[in-house]
């Protein structure tokens, strides 16, 4: 069965602290991963990682992906109370068609 | 350009009640997909469609049924609410089979009591 574990479940941290957000992954015809950031209410995308595309950068967030050991990283500099919230990984793979097996959220809070 | 938007965003049912949550997207998108959001269990697919006229069933349909008339809107059907579908739901669309993001709706909270 597709799996996909995201570790900490929650993580508390003061303003200026890094954090690393883990997400492990078990599927058949792996395609993409992505990352998504939930506030109160719709994801948004922040990243997409690829075979072709390993590691990505956008500012104070980061994130590679390992798919030998299956698993993705998101970094977070420099932590600021705006990037509290939910963050979500997704694994899109081809099972039928092409679908997002998606883990349970890492919730983050960045205290000032 | 107003992205997914779902209609409505709230919505408290009693048990055995129907009712359709309206998904639409200006983006001319060809996938879009129903999720339910449960505490301590992620985003669960339930059905979704890639084009319109189409639809399929994803990890979790039991009571629920789709239509993609047209292809800016998919919409998802409770025929006989109960409790176990209280859940926060969001649809998503995405461009198409390529590797693209997809772009999800605001939600709808339903309470089924």
């Known amino acids: 069965e597709d799996k996909v574990v995201q570790s900490p479940l929650s993580l508390v941290v003061h303003e200026g602290d890094t954090v690393t957000l883990n997400c492990s992954y078990e599927?058949?015809?792996?395609?993409?991963l992505l990352w998504y950031k939930q506030e109160k209410k719709a994801p948004t995308f922040l990243f997409m990682l690829?075979?072709?595309?390993i590691e990505k950068k956008s500012g104070r967030l980061s994130s590679i992906l390992d798919k030998k050991e299956l698993f993705s990283i998101l970094n977070i500099t420099a932590t600021q109370t705006g990037d509290s919230a939910v963050y979500l990984c997704?694994?899109?793979?081809?099972?039928?068609?092409?679908?997002?097996?998606f883990g349970t959220g890492t919730r983050l809070k960045v205290l000032a | 350009n107003a992205g997914v938007t779902q209609t409505p965003k709230f919505r408290v049912l009693k048990t055995g009640q129907s009712m359709t949550l309206l998904c639409a997207q200006d983006?001319?998108?060809?996938?879009m997909y129903w999720y339910r959001q449960d505490p301590g269990m992620g985003l669960r697919l339930i059905h979704y469609?890639?084009?319109?006229?189409?639809?399929a069933k994803g990890e979790v349909p039991d009571g629920y049924n789709v239509s993609r008339l047209k292809k800016q809107n998919f919409l998802l059907g409770l025929e006989s609410a109960a409790p176990s579908q209280t859940s926060v739901y969001f649809c998503?669309?995405?461009?198409?089979?390529?590797?693209?993001?997809?772009?999800f709706g605001p939600g709808t909270r339903l309470t089924v009591t």
């Open positions: 998503a669309s995405k461009k198409e089979r390529e590797l693209y993001e997809q772009y």
């Open positions: 599927v058949t015809n792996f395609r993409s």
């Open positions: 690829t075979s072709s595309g």
């Open positions: 997704a694994v899109e793979a081809l099972t039928g068609t092409y679908k997002y097996i």
């Open positions: 983006m001319n998108h060809e996938y």
């Open positions: 469609s890639v084009g319109e006229g189409t639809t």
